[in-house]
């Protein structure tokens, strides 16, 4: 079982939808979740974090939380085609490992006009 | 912001010669920072995470004499690769987190080098 799993893309999604994009983790002891977005060619650049169960927004990003669950996912609302990249989850475990993250495989997102 | 800056964004070598990446932290001090490698149409994968005045700790199958890190200071981090092949063509990404109050790990990237061995 990987570390960090996403939701097998790719994704396509009309302009002005919303784009729904998930992710499991393994580590239990998890204790920060990250949304990256990555241009082809580009670095990763963070779109999001969470840390405590539930929902946080940010403009048209919400990310999602349930620890019990081992599941954090990130909506997008009103997509538009400059959102098409492809996401990246990551973990972080915390304690010693401050800093280090684990990644997801990505979901490439198409927003199509 | 906290700005990572690394560099070269890209290079082309010829297979046997040995390239230097370096990573900076251009407005605070990390401690520590990472090495991650991205292979074409996969995700990072961490190699490598370099400890200011210290060995690098490596990831299992990271070959650390072929891949050397130097922690010089708190704000530079240098990745060499050495004797390189063909199979290392990769994207280079490097990260440093500067310690938050709340101590939030956030996690900033350099802009990545782009290595091509010929």
């Known amino acids: 079982q990987k570390e960090v799993e996403q939701n097998s893309g790719p994704l396509s999604v009309p302009e002005g939808a919303i784009a729904s994009l998930n992710c499991t983790y393994s580590?239990?002891?998890?204790?920060?979740f990250f949304w990256y977005r990555q241009y082809s060619g580009k670095s990763p650049e963070l779109i999001m974090s969470?840390?405590?169960?539930g929902d946080k927004e940010d403009g048209r990003f919400t990310a999602q939380l349930n620890k019990a669950s081992q599941y954090v996912s990130l909506l997008i609302r009103d997509s538009q085609p400059s959102d098409s990249a492809t996401y990246l989850c990551?973990?972080?475990?915390?304690?010693?490992?401050?800093?280090?993250?684990?990644f997801g495989q990505g979901t490439i997102l198409t927003v199509h006009p | 912001g906290a700005v990572v800056s690394q560099h070269p964004s890209w290079v082309i070598c010829k297979s046997g010669t040995s390239v230097k990446i370096e990573c900076r932290s251009l407005d605070f001090q990390a401690t520590t920072m990472f090495w991650y490698r991205q292979f074409p149409k996969q995700s990072l994968m961490l190699m490598a995470t370099?400890?200011?005045?210290?060995?690098?700790?490596?990831e299992q199958g990271v070959e650390k004499d072929k891949f050397l890190i130097n922690h010089a200071s708190l704000t530079l981090s240098t990745l060499t690769v050495t004797s390189a092949h063909p199979e290392d063509s990769s994207f280079y990404i490097c990260?440093?987190?500067?310690?938050?109050?709340?101590?939030?790990?956030?996690?900033?990237f350099g802009q990545g080098t782009r290595l091509t061995v010929v």
């Open positions: 990260s440093a987190s500067p310690l938050f109050e709340d101590r939030t790990p956030w996690a900033f």
């Open positions: 370099s400890n200011e005045g210290s060995k690098a700790t490596y």
């Open positions: 969470i840390y405590s169960n």
């Open positions: 990551a973990v972080n475990a915390g304690g010693t490992s401050y800093g280090k993250l684990t």
């Open positions: 580590d239990r002891g998890s204790q920060s």
